[in-house]
């Protein structure tokens, strides 16, 4: 079974682990490690703890960019029709279909301009 956990980004741009909740509509992070402590993070930064890891063992996020080694593209990691997808310009696959081989290379609110036309890598 895997760990359900989320990651959001609060308004002063730092990244928050922990479970999810929410407010009056509006997201809150509460960190695994800290007992009664809520962080309002932005909601288009919310993102799921997909149960993997990447080449490195880094935990792998909804929202993660990922660089397929064998193919040298890059895929936006996304949940869609039940699952956890590679989803890049020129098709995608099974987020579980590049792990482990996959590395980390940002992700879609840092760092956009890593998923390019064609999805490669520089």
Known sequence: MRTIKFRGKDFAGVWWYGFLSSHEGYP????MKCVD???LVEDGTVGEYTGL????GKDVYE????R???NNKTYQVVFKDGIFFGEGHIGGGAASH??????????IHDNPDLIKKGGDHE
């Open 28 to 31: 809150i992070i509460h960190p």
């Open 53 to 56: 890891q990447d080449a490195n």
């Open 37 to 39: 402590v809520s962080i």
């Open 98 to 107: 590049f792990f482990p081989a996959c590395e980390i290379v940002g992700n």
């Open 63 to 66: 929202g993660d960019i990922i």
């Open 68 to 70: 397929y080694p064998l």
